[in-house]
C-alpha cells in the first residue's frame, strides 16, 4: 500500500470508531512522531507493539467519536521509506 492509501485507511477507521491502527499495515519497527504532544506524553514511540498500545489505550480514553474528516493535506515524500 502507498502512504496515501494507508493513511485513508486510518481516516476510515476513524470515522467507523474502531482502533487507529490495522496491525498488519504497520512495520515492526514503526515510528511515530507527535513533536506537538501534550506535557508529559511521548513525542516518539517506536515499535509495533508499543504503538498499538499506546493508541489502543488512547482510543479506549476518547470521550467522543469522528462523524468527519475533511480538509485534509497529504504532503507526498520521494523516499518511501
Known amino acids: ?6 493513511f485513508d485507511n486510518m481516516r476510515a477507521r476513524w470515522l467507523a470508531n474502531v482502533a487507529t491502527y490495522d496491525a498488519d499495515l504497520l512495520a515492526d519497527e514503526v ?3 507527535t513533536p506537538f504532544a501534550a506535557p508529559g506524553r511521548p513525542t516518539s ?3 509495533k507493539q508499543r504503538v498499538l498500545e ?10 467522543f467519536r469522528f462523524d ?14
Open 45 to 47: 514511540i517506536e515499535g
Open 68 to 81: 468527519d474528516c475533511r480538509n485534509v493535506v497529504v504532503h507526498k515524500t520521494a523516499d518511501p521509506r
Open 31 to 33: 515510528v511515530i512522531e
Open 54 to 63: 499506546y493508541t489502543q489505550a488512547g482510543r479506549a480514553q476518547f470521550p
Open 1 to 6: 500500500m502507498t502512504p496515501t492509501e494507508i
